[in-house]
């Protein structure tokens, strides 16, 4: 199948560097203690944060630092044709690890002794890119919930197919059995939190599509910072000084 | 879920006693109601229904199946609901799933009818297409968003907006096939039948604290609640459906006036719900 056309367009009209349009809203949820959505083209995510509060499950409690928690759950019509799954599946927990693990790493936990931080994304459209697009849903909401984090971090994809490498591939691209490198970074210091690939990919041209994804990550994180900025701004005007 | 202080608690049983809630509205009044139809592009039809910082999310799914063989000429519809973790943490993991299955079967209760497909909202008869062998199997999923109070009725104008929201494409049958064979199907991606959602009814939940009956409570006042009537009623004022939640007893007269009133609601709600999705379809045209 062709996936980049002899013009250089991909099947939904971008060019191979090009990302899809982003959108997020924050504070969507008014009873959590930080929300906010996500889009990345027909990817929709949206992501929750109770906390920090006290541990639910004394076992748990960590006398050094604050526990993060993170669930991911796909909405039964996220995808195109309708499935019934049941919850906790192998990808989903393995999906809500990744997300925890590379949270935590911003988070300064050390700050919140014995309290429990809760991440809950919900996938409501995926059209590709979920994983990325959960990461900085779950960044802008922790954000919001006014959580201490040493930098925000942003994540996005990038893959390879017919000898191009392609930015933010969308469902048909990732399912076309290409490889797929999600990267995720810390924008300030620009390291690297998370890094996953499927598939083969020569080591040259690794480098090159890791560093299309990275590039990715920085436009995600100009926006994120764009997004913030903005509710800031309201925040502030809110209260009146 | 939400802990009150013996203080509060008198305060909004006060409160509704004479008519002014704490959020200032009164016993029979909803909250105002949002509706944005077309969110989730990928089903045939949906909508977001937004109650105060309650959110829920419907969806309407259309696949080819066969009918079942006691309704050879009846299309199926399956309801189920969702609580995602994001509306509370007590949802995480398997936490949800005990309200989730009180709200589709209260949902089922209110909007399929009885196992007959007897006084069904929808017409399950339009969703065939060749008797006995092919029809349209309508799955419309829940999603539990955000939850600030009176899931069911926010659930249930979710489902009437992303029913008249639907676009179901035509099926044309191949003809010729002999009468014993599966028939070819051409579904057609240009032309879309549209629902009759005029029948579809709406829910009311009827709260009864103290003496009093309130609607669209907010979690506040369902902690303390008596029990509560949900009912369902369509344009013609018929009663679809009924369910009776909470764990007191009522007096049946108490019952038939609950059912009374909340009849009066209804014919309002109805109203203001047809609006609302009429001005959410005109703006997702623009």
Redesign the interface.
Same mark, same amino acid.
């Given at each position: 199948m062709e996936f980049v056309s002899p013009e250089g367009l991909r099947l939904d009209g971008r060019r191979p560097m090009e990302m899809r349009q982003l959108r997020a809203e924050i504070g969507i949820v008014s009873k959590a203690d930080g929300s906010a959505s996500f889009e990345m083209g027909n990817t929709k995510v949206i992501a929750a944060v109770y906390g920090p509060r006290e541990v639910q499950n004394r076992s748990q409690q960590l006398n050094d630092q604050a526990l993060v928690r993170c669930e991911y759950t796909m909405a039964n019509f996220s995808t195109g044709d309708r499935r019934r799954k049941p919850k906790g599946d192998r990808r989903s927990t393995e999906i809500s690890l990744v997300i925890r693990q590379t949270m935590e790493a911003c988070i300064m936990t050390h700050l919140m002794p014995r309290s429990q931080i809760d991440i809950f994304v919900q996938v409501l459209q995926a059209d590709g890119g979920t994983r990325s697009a959960c990461i900085n849903a779950a960044t802008l909401a922790l954000a919001d919930a006014g959580i201490p984090m040493s930098d925000i971090v942003t994540s996005c994809s990038a893959g390879y197919l017919n000898s191009t490498p392609l930015l933010d591939l969308n469902y048909v691209e990732d399912s076309a059995g290409g490889p797929d490198v999600t990267v995720g970074i810390l924008p300030r210091s620009t390291k690297v939190t998370l890094l996953q690939m499927d598939s083969k990919l020569p080591m040259d041209i690794f480098e090159n599509v890791m560093q299309l994804a990275t590039e990715g990550c920085k436009a995600v994180a100009n926006y994120v910072h764009e997004v913030l900025l903005e509710k800031t701004k309201q925040l502030d005007k809110h209260r009146g000084v | 879920m939400v802990g009150l202080s013996i203080g509060e608690k008198h305060f909004i049983e006060g409160g509704i006693a004479q008519n002014l809630r704490t959020d200032g509205r009164k016993r029979l009044v909803y909250r105002p109601i949002q509706i944005e139809t077309g969110?989730?592009?990928?089903?045939n039809g949906?909508a977001r229904v937004r109650m105060g910082?309650t959110?829920v999310?419907a969806?309407v799914?259309a696949?080819l199946g066969r009918p079942s063989s006691l309704q050879p000429d009846k299309g199926k519809v399956f309801i189920?609901v %969702?609580c995602?973790?994001?509306? /509370?943490?007590i949802f995480?993991?398997?936490g949800g799933e005990e309200l989730s299955s009180e709200l589709s079967g209260a949902l089922q209760i209110c909007l399929l009818g009885g196992k007959s497909g007897a006084g069904a909202g929808i017409d399950l008869s339009s969703l065939s297409i060749v008797g006995g062998k092919i029809c349209w199997d309508l799955?419309i %999923?829940g999603?539990v968003?955000? /939850?600030?109070g009176n899931l069911l009725d926010a659930l249930g104008a979710a489902i009437k907006a992303a029913l008249s929201n639907t676009a179901i494409p035509k099926v044309n049958v191949a003809a010729g096939a002999s009468s014993d064979e599966q028939p070819e199907v051409d579904i057609s991606d240009e032309e879309f039948l549209q629902f009759d959602t005029s029948a579809v009814p709406v829910i009311i939940t009827l709260t009864k604290v103290g003496r009093e009956y309130i609607v669209d409570a907010t979690p506040e006042e369902e902690s303390h609640m008596d029990s509560a009537i949900s009912i369902s009623v369509n344009r013609q004022r018929n009663l679809c459906g009924l369910t009776k939640r909470g764990s007191a007893g009522l007096d049946p007269s108490v019952i038939l006036d609950m059912v009374s009133v909340g009849k009066h609601v209804s014919e309002e709600l109805m109203n203001k719900l047809d609006s609302e999705i009429a001005a959410a379809e005109a703006r997702e045209e623009e």
């Open positions: - | 969110v989730i592009p990928q089903a949906s910082g959110e999310i969806s799914k696949e189920n %969702d995602s973790p994001t509306a /509370a943490p995480e993991g398997r799955y %999923d999603l968003v955000s /939850a600030d």
